[in-house]
């Protein structure tokens, strides 16, 4: 060891190093508490006493290997917890965002009631829906769905969010040269602006959308649906309307083909349920789709219990 001693040695391997990550065992014959203290004081692993027997040697070495790699891998999963914790509180601090852009179940409207109920599959996710005014009687109704779930389809479910705002004149609605100067653009022509600016070319994504202007005053609706379930009009007497009218997903350029538009009146005492495909997916206990009409019936069963 060019005159050096073993605990000289072992304090330039520390300070050459850097680390006390490399374990060193060492091999002594000097056996008093002295010497062992200061082995452990320089940061020896272990030492050996001699004479050295081959075969304990081999299994102290492997021992300390086993050791060293049990702690690289403590030590990455430490890391990784880290990273998923502050993973999970970005990912909360997001959910709470998309929570606080929904549209508030208070608006105001005399003629009207309003409910609803959000829940995600994952923490954050593709679904979102609104509700807002676009002049003294008309309101625009929406919910939307983007395939898959997470950050990415919530970060195009935001996008779209913010398309669909009272601010974004050239979506909702159109200037006209005679009073009120402005024409509500109609659900079928917002359909048609929604699939060209969401090719799915450009985003890996399709979803689909009910889109709904809704007259709180006559209780007249327009409507057309983008591939989504089909919004239902529950009658006061338990009668199932389904609004059906529309066409295909946007995302596929399918607006080259018009949107079908449908329209319905809303009497006293109806109800106008929009919802996603979580309701009607939902598997049972036995893996059984809830499905369609299994909803339906259920719609009308708690109408008539509720009267």
């Known amino acids: 060891m060019s005159g050096q001693d073993a605990y000289e040695v072992c304090a330039e391997i520390r300070n050459r190093f850097q680390t006390s990550n490399i374990p060193i065992i060492y091999m002594t014959d000097r056996a008093e508490n002295r010497d062992r203290i200061r082995i452990l004081e320089l940061g020896g692993a272990q030492y050996i006493a001699k004479p050295i027997d081959g075969e304990e040697t081999l299994a102290r070495v492997k021992s300390r290997l086993r050791i060293r790699d049990l702690a690289k891998k403590l030590i990455k999963a430490n890391k990784d917890l880290l990273r998923k914790e502050q993973l999970d509180e970005n990912l909360k601090a997001a959910a709470e965002i998309q929570q606080g852009l929904l549209t508030s179940a208070h608006l105001g409207v005399k003629t009207i009631d309003m ?47 913010q398309l669909l705002r009272p601010q974004i004149v050239f979506f909702t609605k159109r200037g006209i040269p005679n009073s009120p100067y402005y024409q509500i653009v109609p659900p079928s022509e917002g359909l048609k602006m929604l699939d060209e600016q969401y090719p799915f070319e450009r985003f890996s994504r399709f979803f689909t959308i009910t889109y709904i202007i809704l007259n709180t005053r006559t209780g007249h609706l327009r409507y057309a649906n983008a ?76 109408k008539k219990i509720k009267g």
């Not at 923490?123 to 929406?142: P, S, V």
């Not at 809303?266 to 036995?286: H, M, P, R, V």
């Open 115 to 161: 409910a609803w109920r959000f829940r995600p599959c994952d923490r954050m996710g593709g679904d979102t829906f609104n509700m807002f005014g676009l002049d003294e009687d008309k309101w625009a109704i929406y919910v939307h769905d983007v395939t898959s779930h997470g950050v990415p389809s919530a970060l195009i479910a935001v996008s779209v969010s």
């Open 227 to 302: 591939g989504h379930p089909p919004p239902v009009v529950l009658r006061k007497k338990s009668t199932i309307d389904v609004l059906r009218d529309g066409g295909t997903i946007i995302g596929i350029g399918g607006g080259c083909v018009p949107f079908r538009e449908g329209d319905r009146e809303l009497l006293g005492g109806d109800k106008l349920f929009i919802y996603t495909d979580g309701i009607q997916e939902y598997q049972g206990k036995k893996n059984l789709l809830f499905g369609p009409d299994h909803f339906y019936s259920e719609l009308q069963r708690l």
